[in-house]
């Protein structure tokens, strides 16, 4: 079982960063591939940022490519969300995820959210 919790999320203006961060236990942190999502409300869950547990192979969205980063601390069991540019369409609760095999909106291990509201 992997246990997560995401923290970071806030109000911010328009133009502003956030830091997302979200803590894993319950297995070696290594071992997994983690991944964002976000879900706005109203809206269904969509895919944020992904990538394999050695961090060679990363994927964003289209609509945060060139604003958002993502990265993991393996010695802290750490995934981080560096949110920059912020977008009042980035108004969303902030999903961190993690799998075995590749990210996606079906992996077993999901933290319980953040909420990031942008303001214009």
């Known amino acids: 079982q992997v246990h997560l919790v995401e923290s970071g999320g806030g109000l911010v203006q328009a133009g502003g960063s956030l830091r997302l961060s979200c803590a894993a236990s319950g297995r070696t942190f290594s071992s997994l591939n983690m991944g964002w999502f976000r879900q706005a409300p109203g809206k269904e869950r969509e895919f944020v940022a992904h990538?394999?547990?050695?961090?060679?192979?990363?994927f964003y969205a289209d609509g945060v490519k060139g604003r958002f980063t993502i990265s993991r601390d393996n010695a802290k069991n750490t995934v981080y969300l560096q949110m920059n540019s912020l977008k009042p369409e980035d108004t969303a609760v902030y999903y961190c995820?993690?799998?075995?095999?590749?990210?996606?909106?079906?992996?077993?291990?999901w933290g319980r959210g953040t909420q990031v509201t942008v303001s214009s």
């Open positions: 995820a993690a799998d075995e095999k590749l990210v996606t909106s079906t992996s077993p291990y």
């Open positions: 990538f394999t547990r050695s961090a060679l192979t990363i």
